[in-house]
Nanobody, 123 residues
Framework: QVQLVESGGGSVQTGDSLRLSCAASGGTLSSYHMGWFRQAPGKEREFVARISRLLGSTSYSDSVKDRFTISRDSLKNTMFLQMNNLKPEDTAVYYC????????????????WGQGTQVTVSS
């Protein structure tokens, strides 16, 4: 069973950038479809981005498209989320997700989760 550990969160200003990392252990990253979700206070966990297992195809939510980039480094067994031009509405706990099936947009269908990392964007 894969274990996921996120890092890289923090407090930044509007327009700043952050790069989140998700380190995998107990399994090979390339064996899983991977993704990022986020959860703001009082809101449901929402899909942010996904990267497919074999081809590395990516897709994003409309709210982050053209600002965020998901990627992975198979040698380091790590996935990344580069976040540029951050906005206050990006404030949330960001979670790394993995599954042997494609990453669904509904968080309830995801098998493996990391513990989350807080991102706070102030205006």
């Amino acid at each position: 069973q894969v274990q996921l550990v996120e890092s890289g969160g923090g407090s930044v200003q509007t327009g700043d950038s952050l790069r989140l990392s998700c380190a995998a252990s107990g399994g090979t990253l390339s064996s899983y479809h991977m993704g990022w979700f986020r959860q703001a206070p009082g809101k449901e966990r929402e899909f942010v981005a996904r990267i497919s297992r074999l081809l590395g195809s990516t897709s994003y939510s409309d709210s982050v498209k053209d600002r965020f980039t998901i990627s992975r480094d198979s040698l380091k067994n790590t996935m990344f989320l580069q976040m540029n031009n951050l906005k206050p509405e990006d404030t949330a706990v960001y979670y790394c997700a993995a599954d042997t099936s494609s990453i669904k947009s509904d968080y309830r269908e995801i098998r493996y989760w990391g513990q989350g990392t807080q991102v706070t964007v102030s205006s």
